[in-house]
């Protein structure tokens, strides 16, 4: 079936330090590929998507390529803040109508000053 | 900007009590969800819902659980008899517009359930 893979977390990064977080899957068909963060307290929050290969999605200095290749959509961003703590969370969109999402078990990330 | 809205954002209830979980989903949205996360977990699909009628549900969403859209803008989660393992937290979700997006799921705020 389908699956979402996530690298295990914590990760702590000082302010400003080059962030990846890895995500595969598995999947038939071709999903769409979403990366959502959690705040603390808070509900998920869509940051990102791509719906093809070689689609980037990109937002508030994230971005993520889907390769269909190593099956991957890894999340970036060059300089973290702060304000990036959170935990994020990969998933998959099943293709067809009324699809759910299957989320990966979400990467906590602290950035400290 | 729209938003969903779930209530209450807590409850806490006893072992076999029901419980209603309230979303308010974004007006002129088609497709509704309820997935929940237990603590420390991963998020987990519950149930799509669909022209008033349920889409697919997950292994979870057994006998106990019922959705409803009763009013045109209210959709909620009924849990009959609630057991310990049910606690966690529920997020409702919301997409498609007609013509428009509908793959982007709206998350609402959650209700943490806690059953004792």
């Known amino acids: 079936g389908n699956s979402v893979t996530q690298m295990e977390g914590p990760v702590t990064l000082s302010e400003e330090a080059f962030l990846t977080i890895n995500c595969t899957y598995t999947?038939?068909?071709?999903?769409?590929l979403f990366w959502y963060v959690q705040y603390p307290g808070e509900g998920l929050q869509l940051l990102l998507k791509?719906?093809?290969?070689?689609d980037k999605g990109s937002n508030k200095g994230f971005e993520a390529t889907y390769r269909k290749e190593t099956t991957s959509f890894h999340l970036e961003k060059g300089s973290v803040q702060v304000s990036d703590s959170a935990v994020y969370f990969c998933?998959?969109?099943?293709?067809?109508?009324?699809?759910?999402?299957?989320f990966g078990t979400g990467t906590r990330l602290q950035v400290t000053l | 900007e729209p938003e969903v809205t779930q209530t209450p954002s807590h409850q806490v209830t006893q072992m076999g009590q029901e419980v209603i979980l309230r979303c308010v989903p974004i007006?002129?949205?088609?497709?509704f969800y309820w997935y929940r996360q237990i603590l420390g977990q991963k998020v987990e699909f519950l149930v799509s819902f669909y022209n008033n009628e349920i889409s697919e549900k997950s292994e979870i969403f057994d006998d106990q659980f019922s959705v409803e859209r009763p009013d045109g803008s209210n959709f909620t989660l009924k849990i009959r008899s609630t057991k310990l393992e049910d606690s966690a937290m529920y997020f409702c979700t919301s997409t498609g517009l007609a013509g428009g997006d509908q793959e982007t799921q709206y998350f609402g705020p959650g209700t943490r359930l806690l059953v004792l």
């Open positions: 007006s002129n949205h088609l497709y």
């Open positions: 998933a998959l969109l099943h293709t067809g109508t009324a699809s759910k999402l299957t």
């Open positions: 999947a038939t068909g071709y999903p769409s």
């Open positions: 791509a719906t093809k290969a070689d």
